[in-house]
């Protein structure tokens, strides 16, 4: 039997973009923030490189219906603290994510 969140996560379904380009000075609570405007956000997943202590400048933002995804891919350019970020439909989901792919940019 799969883990209770597995369950839940098949059932509530989340409309995921990848965001790179992500300024270092960004927190995952300040992206949240800003992309609350064009929907409710489920989730903010911002990777940090341990070695680094710096988050890797791109994150995943989950929101909890489509048209919230939506409004935040039709707007023409997301800029944060002076920065474009550059947005795109999640294809896989989260814990899918194969490290030897090379089509995320």
Known sequence: AL???????????????????????????ELKEYFSQFGVVKKCL???????????????VGFTSEEGLQN???????????SKLNIQQNRKPLGMVNRSNNDLG
Not at 14 to 26: D, G, I, K, M
Not at 46 to 60: Q, S, V
Not at 72 to 82: R, Y
């Open 3 to 29: 883990p209770i969140s597995h369950k839940m996560a098949a059932s509530k379904k989340v409309f995921e973009a990848f965001v790179s380009r992500v300024p270092w000075t960004l927190s995952s609570k």
């Open 46 to 60: 911002l990777p940090f490189d341990k070695a680094t202590g710096f988050h890797r400048g791109f994150c995943w």
């Open 72 to 82: 935040a891919l039709q707007k023409e350019s997301h800029i944060l603290e002076g």
